[in-house]
Every structure is written in C-alpha cells, then in structure tokens.
C-alpha cells in the first residue's frame, strides 16, 4: 500500500491490538499499574472499563505479555457461553480433557489450580468483552473464585468490558459477584495533546520521524475522534491514502477532512469556538446590561 511511499516500515495505524505499537499514555499505563499491583496483592476479582475503541483488547494483551513466569493466563475472548461452555473454556487454557461431564471438569480445574498453587504458580482469568457474560455464565464465574486455600485465592480474574459491564453489576442479582470487585479502572479517551504523542509515536514505531502530521492536523483529528484510539487509527489511515493515491508525501487538512466525512461516528463539524467578532459581541451586551442595572439602582 503507502508503506514504501511514506518510509514505513510496517502499518502504523492497523486497528489489529498489536503491543508492539502500546503508546504510554497515562490511562493505559495507571490501568496497567492498578493491575499489576492488585494481582500482585492476590486480589480476586479485578475490572477496567472503557467506551468502544479505547484500547481495552490491546491493554488486555500488553498485560499478558507483562506478567511474569509466575502466573499461568488463563485468556477468554468469546464470552458468548452458557455456564457450562465456560468452564470447559477454562479447563482448555489449563491443559485438561474438556470432553469429560460438567461435574469432572469442575473437579479436574479445582484439582489442577491445587496443583499449581502448590507449585508456586499464580493463575490469572482474563475475560475479555465481559459485558457479553450471561447472567448465568457470570455466577459461574463467581463459583469458580470460590476455589481458595485457607490463605490464597486460587483463581484471579480480570474482567475487560464496555461501560454496560457496570450496568450488569449494577443488578441486584450479580451483587455477590460485583461485592468481590476490589479494584476497578474507567479508561478514559485521550486529549488532544495525547493524541498528538500518540501519532508520533506510532509513526515512530513503524520506522518514520519526520512528523507527517502537523500538530492543527492532529488537534483535528482529536477533536473528531474524540481522542477514542481506533477513531484516530482509522482517520490516520485514510488521510494516508488519500495523501499516497495523489502522490504527495505531506499530509493537508483537505485529507484529513475527507478521512472524518468518510469516517462514521466521528465528529464531522468543527468544535465551536466563537471569534473575535462574537466575543466583542457578547462583551458589549453584557456592558450594556451593566449599565442598565447601574441606573436602575440609581
């Protein structure tokens, strides 16, 4: 595509979770830390939020790759299962015989979370898209953090979700579930200065330092993304098409203005900031309405 035009090395603004591209940003990293720092603490039931797009699934990976030989993942990305397809997801991610009835398997990961927390080991459930668990697949959940030692949990979970997970937990018939919950981070979008950092970044990443883009191009697409990550990789990827497809190596508004027209959900109109013109305007009603108030109390 533009990768040997613009000098990449690889796609910059693949929406594809890749960590290799992880920015640094302050949510991510907070989130990260909360994390890391809960898991350490054995706490049981952990939880981080955030609105489509904003990088859940790729801080989900980073935090796999981040922990240590000392903790078995267990990873669960389709979470459209019933109670029993759950546990056998589980089991799978341990190594156990899935065919065998539900009661077996339930004993075969109790026996084996035994077996690694006599061997030193940690394990850690990481469920992705939880807003999508059942009610039933949720209480299920619960039953397997019952499994404990007098001193230990024997099972961790991290639950990654949109905002309609804490309207999930909310319900009253989750409560014993949303009770355990010891830590909880809202990832929030970015601004337009993390925005700015972000582009580069990437940018950098892929194998290029010149900045394609000039910081109003950026404050732009910040403004119509709404600092939402995907948004920005999606309007950063077609600003560089249309820039490659006429042959021009430096990036205008007119592209990226395109990008936001043929982007859905983006912000399309420019935020409002009133001119020179409305200020003075605004100014002179309010003097006006001072005097007025001046000689009414005269």
Same mark, same amino acid.
């Given at each position: 595509m533009y990768l040997r035009f613009f000098n990449l090395q690889e796609m910059p603004f693949s929406l594809t979770p890749n960590t290799q591209f992880y920015c640094a940003l302050e949510p991510h990293n907070e989130a990260l830390k909360v994390l890391l720092s809960a898991l350490s603490m054995g706490e049981g039931f952990l939880k981080v939020t955030g609105e489509v797009g904003t990088g859940k699934t790729l801080l989900c990976r980073k935090l796999i790759n981040h922990v240590d030989d000392k903790y078995v993942v267990v990873y669960i990305a389709n979470t459209y299962l019933n109670p029993e397809e759950l546990r056998c997801a589980v089991a799978g991610e341990l190594g156990l015989d899935t065919q065998c009835p539900s009661q077996a398997v339930s004993q075969a990961?109790?026996?084996?979370?035994? %077996?690694?927390?006599?061997?030193?080991?940690?394990?850690?459930?990481?469920?992705?898209? %939880?807003?999508c668990l059942s009610w039933e697949a949720l209480e299920a959940l619960r039953l397997l953090t019952n499994l404990e030692t007098e001193s230990k949990k024997l099972l961790q979970v991290v639950l990654f979700g949109q905002p309609e997970l804490d309207a999930r937990l909310a319900n009253p018939r989750v409560r014993q579930l949303r009770q355990r919950i010891s830590f909880s981070y809202r990832l929030r979008p970015m601004t337009a200065v993390e925005v700015e950092y972000y582009i580069d970044h990437r940018l950098r990443r892929a194998g290029v330092e010149q900045k394609l883009f000039p910081r109003p191009l950026c404050r732009r697409i910040a403004q119509a993304s709404r600092g939402i990550p995907r948004l920005v990789n999606t309007l950063c990827h077609k600003s560089l098409l249309q820039a490659y497809g006429d042959g021009r190596s430096t990036l205008t508004k007119g592209y990226v203005k395109a990008a936001i027209a043929d982007t859905d959900d983006c912000n399309s109109a420019k935020a409002w900031r009133p001119g020179w013109p409305t200020a003075l305007a605004i100014l002179v009603m309010l003097l006006v309405a001072a005097i007025w108030l001046w000689r009414q109390v005269l």
């Open positions: 990961i109790e026996n084996r979370l035994l %077996a690694l927390s006599q061997a030193g080991k940690k394990v850690v459930m990481i469920v992705d898209e %939880a807003q």
